[in-house]
C-alpha cells in the first residue's frame, strides 16, 4: 500500500497572479508536488510555470496533468521533460494523456479524432518519448510519427525517466497505464464527444476501474501509484463563513446518494479523513490532485496524512 501524496492543480480557470509565490505556498502547506494542466485558452501553460515553479521551490515535484499528446510532437516533447527535470533536481513528474477537451482541437484546427485513435497515437508516443529519455538515439517510422537518428541530450537526472504518468478513465487508456506508467491518474472516462461519464465518477466505479488496472499491472501493481484528480472539492465548518459553509454542506450530499466520489470531496476534515483513509484501504488510491481554490482548506487534511 502507498503513502498517501497530494499535489495541488492549477489550470485555465484560476491561474495565480503572483505564480513564485503561490509556488511556495503550495511547498509551505506541506503539498507534495504542484500539477498544471494542459488546455488552450485561459491559464498559465503548462512548461514555462513547471519551471518558474521548480526554480522557486526546494522540495515539491512538479508536473503536467497531463500532457496532451496530440498537441505535443514525442521528440519536442521529450527534450522539455529531459530540461524541466534537471532545472528541477529530479523533481518531475511526466503526465501525458490522449486529449480530450473539444474546445482545444477546434482552436488548433485539429479533427476530433474517435477515442482510439487519439488513443493509437498516444501509444506510439509513449513509446518513442520513454526510449528517448532512456538516452536511445531513436529512428521510428510506424503509423503517426517518423524520427531519424532522434536523440535528447543531456538526459534527465531521474534515472531511466522522470516517472510517466498517465491519466484517463476509459478501459483501453488504464490498461496502458497499468503496463508503462508509474502513476495511474484517474479520472471519469468520457464520452466520444468529450463529455464526462458521472456515472462513472462514484466509488463504486472506481473499484472497477481499479480491478482493470490490477489484472493489467500484474506483479507490478503494488508499485503503481493510484492519483485521482479531483474536480471540485471544499471543507464543511473550520470557522468558515456560514454561506460557503452552509454551500459545501449540500454538495457533500450529493455524492453521498451514489456511494461517494474520489473526484469530488466535501465534507468536514473529519470526515474526509475517513473517507480517504477507508477508500485507500478498499482500492490502494492513495494520491489526489487538490484544486488550487481550497489548497489552504485542505491543508490540515494533508498535515495528518501525507506520508502515512
Excluded: C
Aim: a positive charge; charged letters at 25%.
Amino acid at each position: 500500500m502507498q503513502p498517501f501524496r497530494f499535489a495541488v492543480h492549477t489550470g485555465r480557470l484560476d491561474p495565480p497572479d503572483d505564480w513564485v509565490g503561490f509556488a511556495r505556498r503550495v511547498e509551505e502547506l506541506g503539498y507534495d508536488a504542484l500539477y498544471v494542466t494542459d488546455h488552450l485558452g485561459r491559464g498559465l501553460s503548462p512548461i514555462a510555470s513547471m519551471g518558474a515553479a521548480a526554480a522557486a521551490t526546494q522540495r515539491i515535484r512538479i508536473g503536467s496533468y497531463v500532457f496532451a499528446n496530440d498537441f505535443r510532437h514525442p521528440l519536442v516533447l521529450a527534450r522539455e521533460a529531459a530540461t524541466l527535470d534537471r532545472i528541477s533536481g529530479g523533481r518531475l513528474d511526466l503526465g501525458i494523456g490522449a486529449g480530450w477537451m473539444r474546445s482545444d482541437y477546434r482552436q488548433l484546427g485539429m479533427a476530433y479524432d474517435p477515442p482510439p485513435r487519439r488513443i493509437d497515437r498516444m501509444e506510439e508516443a509513449l513509446g518513442i518519448l520513454k526510449r528517448l529519455l532512456r538516452g536511445e538515439t531513436v529512428t521510428h517510422h510506424g503509423p503517426h510519427y517518423r524520427l531519424d537518428g532522434a536523440v535528447v541530450a543531456p538526459r534527465p537526472t531521474q534515472s531511466p525517466h522522470p516517472p510517466i504518468m498517465i491519466g484517463g478513465g476509459g478501459p483501453r487508456l488504464l490498461r496502458l497505464a497499468a503496463r508503462e506508467a508509474q502513476i495511474v491518474a484517474l479520472a471519469p472516462q468520457m464520452t466520444a464527444t468529450g463529455r464526462p461519464m458521472l456515472r462513472l465518477a462514484t466509488d463504486r466505479a472506481l473499484e472497477q476501474r481499479v480491478e482493470i488496472v490490477r489484472r493489467a499491472a500484474g506483479r507490478r501493481f503494488d508499485t503503481l501509484e493510484l492519483n485521482a484528480f479531483v474536480a471540485d472539492a471544499g471543507v464543511v465548518g473550520g470557522g468558515r463563513a456560514i454561506g460557503p459553509s452552509a454551500a459545501a454542506l449540500l454538495k457533500a450530499a450529493g455524492p453521498a446518494l451514489v456511494g461517494g466520489s474520489p473526484y469530488v470531496l466535501y465534507g468536514t476534515i473529519a470526515q474526509l479523513r475517513e473517507s480517504i483513509l477507508r477508500r485507500r484501504e478498499r482500492t490502494g488510491l492513495s494520491s489526489y490532485g487538490i484544486p488550487a481554490r481550497v489548497m489552504e482548506a485542505f491543508a490540515p487534511l494533508v498535515e495528518q496524512l501525507a506520508g502515512r
